[in-house]
């Protein structure tokens, strides 16, 4: 009993160190500053499959409390996807499967409150795919300013003002922009700016 008792504790730390492991490794690939394929042996290794195709998301949630029920669902949800903690209401999620606008209904169904939910589009390079979680952040932190109703974005919908928001006050931006804001001026219905933005 005593062998097994000790087995048993070994069994758990050994799991406890390979979760925080690989936790370390995917933060490194999806948000560290160290170029990607310096890990992506070790990834492989640990049976992180960082070669298949994903769909990067961000999902900010309403509550810190339920940041770890929420993981575990999009865990659940798809086991081979990859999820960890941006900061204490934000995880980086790159599933392999296909996600819709069905995802945020679906976490609010099991009691817990997102948001805002934010897309890229799906790659399998994780250079790419960490490219896309800093624009994501950027688009996440656009529609927090800019379109606070809207809870569901998409890169692929907003990818210029996404790249913009993160420069918003360098001068250079403030000259690039300047025929936009001119054109605001003389646009007294809207016209204008509906036309430039169906364009």
């Known amino acids: 009993t005593a062998e097994m008792l000790v087995a048993q504790s070994y069994d758990q730390q050994h799991r406890r160190w390979m979760q925080e492991r690989n936790e370390d490794l995917l933060a490194s690939l999806l948000l560290g500053s160290q170029p990607p394929h310096r ?15 994903r769909t990067p998301v961000l999902v900010e949630i309403t509550r810190p409390e339920q940041l770890g029920a929420v993981r575990s669902w999009l865990l659940q949800r798809n086991p081979a996807g990859w999820c960890i903690a941006v900061h204490d209401t934000c995880l980086a999620w790159c599933p392999t499967i296909a996600v819709d606008e069905s995802l945020r209904l679906q976490i609010e169904t099991q009691g817990l409150s997102v948001e805002r939910v934010a ?7 994780p250079g790419v795919l960490r490219e896309a979680m800093v624009q994501l952040s950027d688009l996440a932190a656009y529609g927090r300013e800019q379109m606070p109703a809207l809870n569901w974005l998409l890169l692929s919908e907003h990818r210029i003002p996404a790249a913009l928001w993160r420069y ?7 000259e690039l922009i300047s025929p936009y804001a001119r054109l605001q001026q003389k646009d007294s219905n809207g016209q204008l700016l509906k036309t430039l933005r169906t364009w």
């Open 39 to 53: 890990v992506m042996e070790e990834a492989r290794r640990a049976g992180l499959k960082p070669d298949q195709n």
């Open 119 to 125: 897309i890229g589009p799906a790659t399998s390079e």
């Open 168 to 174: 918003r006050h360098d001068a250079g931006i403030q």
